[in-house]
């Protein structure tokens, strides 16, 4: 399903499934299995400690977040909120580009292909 609101389109978690399904050739039951699997996997190794690198797309991993005095909404006094461990997430290369339009983002994205085959 999608949503809309002015110009925002947010993508859900099925309509995901049925594009990906849909690219890859798999059916929808398959399809979400590998999502579910996916996200539980990246959860897990950020809950570690470890750094998930998806080449290309982005990098999830654990970040500290330290303690930091604000004003309480309920009657004003200074408050402090203590530290703790955020998950954060770095776009990639090929993702970043792609604010820039879909046409040279598959530009980037072939060059990225012929350097990681070069590597071999």
């Known amino acids: 399903?999608?949503?809309?609101?002015?110009?925002?389109?947010v993508i859900g978690k099925d309509e995901l499934i049925h594009q990906i399904a849909?690219?890859?050739?798999?059916?929808?039951?398959?399809?979400?299995?590998v999502i579910d699997a996916f996200t539980e996997v990246?959860?897990?190794d950020v809950a570690q400690g470890?750094?998930?690198?998806?080449?290309?797309?982005?990098?999830w991993?654990?970040?500290?977040v330290a303690p930091r005095k604000v004003k309480s909404i309920?009657?004003?006094d200074q408050i402090t909120i203590p530290a703790r461990k955020r998950v954060g997430f770095s776009v990639g290369a090929v993702l970043s580009q792609a604010a820039t339009g879909a046409e040279?983002?598959?530009?980037?994205a072939t060059a990225d292909t012929k350097t990681m085959k070069k590597n071999r």
Not at 61 to 64: G, V
């Open 22 to 33: 849909a690219k890859a050739g798999m059916n929808l039951k398959e399809t979400s299995k």
């Open 61 to 64: 991993n654990l970040r500290d």
């Open 50 to 59: 470890h750094e998930v690198r998806l080449m290309g797309f982005g990098t």
């Open 42 to 44: 990246v959860r897990e």
């Open 74 to 76: 309920r009657g004003g």
């Open 1 to 9: 399903m999608k949503s809309t609101t002015k110009d925002h389109v």
């Open 104 to 108: 040279h983002t598959r530009k980037v």
